[in-house]
């Protein structure tokens, strides 16, 4: 399974100093386990801990889950910046998210060539 994401995502990730081993381990661990929640089509969101003051205090991720063949992180907030995502940043979201669970393997090896996806698993990929 490929764990990805957006470049918008990772530089979010990197100016918060959330590395990229963090986000595979957010990955990799089953949903009933940590704190996601179903946001449909789907979504979830994911809380990260942020320093010692722990995932309820940290950031908020929403990633894409097509189940057995990709995870997409695609956006990242602070909660203290808000709360939770607003119903059109939840629409937007949806959309781009069915944009990347439709891609063919092709075209996502196409777009981690050229960068505008990051594979987590070799970020400096070339």
Known sequence: MKTLALKAFARWAAKHGISSETLLEVA???AYLG???TLGQQLWKV???KGNRGKS???RTILLHVLGDR???LYGFEKNESPNVSASQLADLK???RVY???PRDLLELLISNRELIDL???DHE
Do not use: H
Request: hydrophobic share 50%; net charge positive.
């Open 35 to 37: 704190s996601a929640v």
């Open 71 to 73: 995870i997409i992180f």
């Open 121 to 123: 698993e070799n970020p």
């Open 47 to 49: 809380r990260i801990a």
């Open 57 to 59: 205090a940290g950031y």
């Open 101 to 103: 669970a439709e891609l």
């Open 28 to 30: 990799r661990r089953p």
């Open 95 to 97: 959309a781009v998210g």
